[in-house]
């Protein structure tokens, strides 16, 4: 299995992004896909999530972040609106079979991250 973040940069505040992760290996369609990132200094933190039945975010986010899903590309999405410096972070994708997963411990498949960011 592997799984391909990218779309990352280094942006100004208020700008958008759209990151993708492209998957291989799995029955894309039947799992769980989830966004975290990691800040310098910080713990792995959840982003959001999405499975076949819809999504959810971690709730500070909701209303910036939008994650969503092509199947047939076997790719998922995160598209970052109103970018701000604390969003600065290592964006990781992961698969797993836990619906709308919050955990680490809900993945078994991570990417290898890709780096974000915003400068003010």
């Known amino acids: 299995v592997q799984l391909q973040a990218s779309g990352g940069g280094l942006v100004q505040a208020g700008d958008s992004l759209r990151l993708s992760c492209g998957a291989s290996?799995?029955?894309?369609?039947?799992?769980?896909m989830g966004w975290f990132r990691q800040a310098p200094g910080k713990d792995r933190e959840f982003v959001a999530a999405?499975?076949?039945?819809?999504?959810t975010y971690v709730g500070s986010l909701k209303g910036r972040f939008t994650i969503s899903r092509d199947n047939a590309k076997n790719t998922v999405y995160l598209q970052m609106n109103s970018l701000r410096p604390e969003d600065t972070a290592v964006y990781y994708c992961?698969?797993?079979?836990?619906?709308?997963?919050?955990?680490?411990?809900?993945?078994?498949?991570w990417g290898q991250g890709t780096q974000v960011t915003v400068s003010s």
């Open positions: 992961a698969a797993g079979n836990v619906a709308w997963g919050r955990t680490s411990s809900s993945y078994s498949y």
């Open positions: 290996g799995l029955r894309f369609n039947n799992y769980n």
């Open positions: 999405i499975d076949w039945s819809g999504s």
